[in-house]
């Protein structure tokens, strides 16, 4: 009987779990002991799924905590986790218990301390330096005077009565007001959306795309300011295709949109006068430039007409100019018909002079002597390599000969074509091709009369047609019959 009562095992009546049981007792347990906490350590391994979730390790110098950050919790932290970054993170403990693990379900994180702050500014900032987005070379001009201006900025602060106050003093300007949280966990998004949406803008569309960007907020503490320190904010200035002005806190704030910025201004009230000049400085400006203007277009017209007149008087008079010229044509027109004639007759003699030396019979007398020579030098060799050497010049010399003839019948033909062309320009030039067209030569005791005057001097006078001469006022004559033009020389007169 007592076998049946005592238990032979120890804990043998203790209830049974199954492994999933077990998992989901031990995470019940730990989300209702700890509930909501926080735990402050280092950051350590990073890891961004593809998934969109951000995997991370916070730890101290024995431990280890894995927390987790799901990709719709991402977007409300105030600060991303960085590896090395000193940080308090808050959220709730749970277990995985297909790995037998616990880990922490994070959302907001807070960086632990100013000192902290300050080393992931200065890592941000040597990061982005590296990157060149600090170069001077990438900051752009600011527009003299833009008809738009762009101010991102919260629309119930002080700061943008200060820029449109200011605005309104120096030069008044359409002002676009994109209105943005200025501290907080939405700040860093909403600037760099802002940012990025204005330069989406179209010109000349419903809504204007400004031509100059101010982002200001007031002064205040770094944690204030820290939404201008987040990388987005940085990386949305530098991409931006519109100049920037950045004016966020007091002078002594620096913030890294100031250093990726085109220009940054000491305060909000500052980037107004960077943007616009005085209206009134700038009337006065163009008035005197004006003027001054006016007075040296007068000036250098007065110095350019009394130049034109002292070079005026001493240019001679118009009509005097072409007297040399005039003289010069006339002589050389006399000399023109002599010198065409005289070229013709020097180009035919040295034609006659040339053929006689290139007679195709001397050619032909040459090549028969020397053919003659090689045939008895060859028949008094008789060893076969001399032969066929022999036989080799023979054929050589006879192509030679065939050029030769080639050539001086060429050469011949093209002086012949010259000299007829010559010929037609002389005959074309000579008075009896003028004469062909209807006019006459008027001569008086064999000089040529040009004038009325002259004639009536003369009782006879002789008239030269093209088919021959009538003598008028004296005895009658006959036509003198037109002399046949002279053949030219046929090719076999040249030889």
């Known amino acids: 009987m007592s076998d049946l009562l005592d238990d032979p095992v120890p804990g043998q009546n203790m209830p049974e779990y199954t492994v999933s049981e077990l998992s989901g007792e031990v995470k019940r347990t730990l989300e209702g002991s700890f509930g909501r906490i926080r735990v402050r350590g280092e950051v350590g391994r990073v890891f961004k799924a593809r998934s969109g979730h951000l995997y991370y390790d916070v730890k101290d110098d024995r431990n280890v905590l894995a927390c987790t950050t799901w990709k719709g ?83 119930s602060g002080a700061v943008i009565r200060d820029i449109l ?36 803008l179209t010109p000349g569309g419903a809504l204007p795309r400004p031509d100059l960007i101010i982002v200001a907020r007031g002064g205040g503490s770094i944690e204030d300011l820290w939404g ?29 949109i100031d250093y990726v910025s085109d220009r940054r201004a000491p305060t909000p009230t500052a980037a107004a006068e960077l943007a616009v000049p005085v209206r009134m400085e700038l009337l006065a400006w163009t008035g005197e430039q004006g003027a001054r203007l006016a007075r040296a277009a007068a000036d250098t017209v007065q110095r350019r007409a009394q130049r034109l007149s002292d070079l005026s008087r001493a240019l001679p008079r118009a009509e005097t100019l072409l007297d040399t010229p005039r003289q010069r044509l006339d002589q050389v027109a006399e000399r023109l018909p002599n010198a065409l004639i005289r070229g013709v007759q020097n180009r035919r003699v040295k034609l006659l002079d040339i053929s006689a030396h290139l007679r195709p019979s001397t050619l032909r007398g040459l090549v028969e002597t020397r053919r003659d020579r090689c045939r008895n030098l060859a028949s008094r060799l008789s060893l076969r390599p001399i032969r066929r050497e022999m036989q080799a010049q023979r054929d050589a010399l006879t192509r030679l000969s065939e050029r030769l003839d080639t050539a001086q019948t060429a050469r011949v033909d093209r002086l012949r074509q010259q000299l007829d062309a010559t010929d037609r320009l002389r005959e ?51 036509p003198t019959p037109k002399k046949p033009k002279p053949e030219p020389p046929s090719q076999g007169s040249l030889f």
């Open 228 to 256: 201008f320190n987040e990388e987005i904010v940085a990386r949305a200035a530098a991409a931006s295709q519109i100049p920037l002005i950045s004016a966020v806190g007091h002078e002594t704030d620096t913030t890294l």
């Open 428 to 478: 074309t030039l000579s008075y009896k091709a003028t004469l062909e067209r209807g006019y006459a030569v008027v001569r008086a005791e064999g000089e040529v009369v040009t004038t009325k005057s002259q004639a009536a001097k003369h009782a006879a006078l002789e008239i030269e047609f093209a088919d021959g001469r009538l003598t008028t006022g004296g005895a009658s004559s006959k």
């Open 165 to 200: 106050h200011r605005l309104r003093d120096r030069f008044p300007r359409k002002v676009l007001i994109w209105p943005v949280a200025v501290q907080g966990s939405n700040c860093a998004p909403e600037v760099a959306r802002a940012i990025e949406g204005i330069n989406k």
């Open 73 to 155: 919790q991402i977007a409300g932290l105030s600060v991303v986790p960085e590896e090395g970054l000193e940080v308090v993170v808050t959220g709730r403990l749970t277990a995985f218990g297909a790995q037998s693990k616990y880990n922490m379900n994070v959302d907001e994180v807070a960086v632990a301390g100013q000192g902290a702050l300050m080393a992931l500014l200065e890592k941000r900032k040597k990061q982005l330096e590296a990157e060149g987005l600090f170069a001077p070379e990438r900051k752009r001009p600011l527009p003299y005077l833009p008809q738009i201006i762009g101010v991102v900025t919260s629309p």
